[in-house]
């Protein structure tokens, strides 16, 4: 089955406990990208990937850090955490690259909470 | 820079009705591609509809149907014969060309009744 897989799925942990969020894809996407959902804001984006080793900002990448080792793979990396990241985190998909045409899939969310 | 806006925070519509969500954008690129997503109360995030700038005829997929009006940077998401398990936060989104980024609204609750 087609699929973006997160792990974990919920965390709690404390301020400063370094974590990682993994993120994996079956399609053979090119273009990765991890996005937060906060209410009231929608969904904005941290970090996207072109291609492997080809990452770039995106509107909110402050304490926050990604790679991209291999093409199926995106883990999403908070070294210090605080507060002000809890929050629900997507990793998406698609199949090209500058195509607009192309839906993002979406795994099914990180609710991540930090004390 | 580009924008989406969604107006409604929260709509109810009675089982077995049509109900229409808005979304308008803000743009200066010709080429563009206009996304609804469906948020369950689970949380995922579920592709349901896409509108290209450059199509002639609006978007259809089953009960979902997309008014795409390019003049006036609408692209409302028409959900016909509402079911319950329609009750969810709706997403409008707009891909940028050059860094093929999704840019959201902030959604509209959406709750059926019977």
């Not at chain 2, 009675?14 to 563009?32: F, G, H, I, N, R």
């Not at chain 2, 969810?88 to 989104?93: D, E, K, L, P, S």
Request: a positive charge; hydrophobic letters at 30%.
């Amino acid at each position: 089955e087609a699929q973006v897989t997160q792990n974990p799925r919920y965390l709690i942990t404390v301020t400063g406990k370094k974590l990682t969020v993994t993120c994996s894809q079956n399609m053979n996407h090119e273009y990765m990208s991890w996005y937060r959902q906060d209410p009231g804001l929608g969904l904005r984006q941290i970090y996207y990937s072109m291609n492997v080793e080809v990452t770039d900002k995106g509107d909110v990448p402050e304490g926050y850090k990604v790679s991209r080792k291999e093409k199926r793979n995106f883990p999403l990396i908070l070294e210090s955490p605080s507060p002000n990241q809890t929050s629900l985190y997507f990793c998406a998909s698609s199949k090209r690259r500058n195509r607009v045409d192309q839906p993002q899939h979406f795994g099914d969310g990180t609710r991540l909470s930090i004390l | 820079a580009q924008k989406i806006t969604q107006t409604q925070p929260g709509m109810f519509v009675q089982e077995k009705e049509a109900v229409t969500l808005d979304c308008t954008y803000d743009t200066s690129d010709p080429s563009y591609g206009l996304f609804w997503y469906k948020q369950p109360s689970s949380g995922e995030m579920i592709f349901l509809i896409y509108q290209g700038s450059y199509d002639q005829q609006n978007a259809t997929e089953g009960r979902y149907s997309l008014n795409f009006q390019k003049a006036r940077k609408s692209a409302n998401l028409v959900i016909s014969a509402s079911q319950l398990g329609d009750s969810a936060m709706y997403f409008c989104a707009m891909r940028e060309v050059n860094t093929d980024k999704l840019i959201f609204g902030t959604g509209t609750r959406l709750q059926v009744f019977p």
